[in-house]
């Protein structure tokens, strides 16, 4: 009697995810059922006080945890911002060390590494608040061609918290399948554990 065996065994893991991440593509030929189970951790950075130098528009946080594309809001206590940031007002994060940020207006800035100018360091305490995880997603992808633009497979599943998430496909119909997440904000760590099942006799 044919019975299923594990054809397709892999794992990936990666430690920060703040818009997009598109896993490798892998080849389901011959799986009659593939799987992802999403193990996911919500790691927001925690608020950081910051100093600015507007002799060259960085800001010095230690050991922040900061990544580029982290979106976040600026405060001050006791005194006021440098000028050309704003209260109220979503930035993105440049990483420049463990230790020191720019910030763009934009995440399209954030990514092509264009900062915004500051013209004064500001007085008081300022702070960088990260915002918490919004729009965060992960779903199952296809594809019968890698070079082309891929397919949604089903519905993306929404992630708000710490999860392990199972995606399943049963009689794949495509050669190549891979699991992608969405952040619109806030910051989450993922290992994937792939497994594809065929027949076996």
Request: aromatic fraction near 6%; charged fraction near 15%; glycine fraction near 10%.
């Amino acid at each position: 009697m044919a019975r299923l065996k594990n054809i397709l065994e892999k794992s990936e893991t990666v430690a920060t995810i703040v818009t997009t991440y598109n896993g490798p593509w892998y080849d389901v030929s011959g799986c009659s059922v593939f799987s992802a189970q999403c193990v996911v951790d919500v790691n927001t950075p925690a608020p950081a006080d910051f100093t600015a130098n507007s002799a060259t528009s960085i800001f010095t946080a230690a050991a922040n945890g900061f990544t580029t594309g982290l979106k976040g809001r600026v405060s001050n206590s006791g005194g006021g911002l440098p000028t050309g940031l704003s209260a109220g007002v979503d930035y993105f994060v440049i990483v420049v060390t463990a230790n020191t940020f720019k910030l763009a207006t934009s995440l399209s800035d954030a990514q092509a590494g264009t900062a915004l100018t500051i013209s004064t360091n500001g007085t008081g305490t300022q702070t960088f608040t990260p915002t918490s995880i919004a729009g965060g997603t992960v779903k199952l992808q296809k594809t019968n061609d890698t070079s082309q633009t891929a397919v949604d497979e089903g519905s993306a599943t929404n992630i708000t918290a710490d999860a392990s998430l199972v995606l399943e496909k049963v009689d794949p119909s495509c050669k190549y399948m891979r699991v992608s997440y969405t952040l619109t904000a806030g910051s989450l760590s993922a290992t994937n554990y792939i497994l594809g099942k065929g027949i076996d006799g």
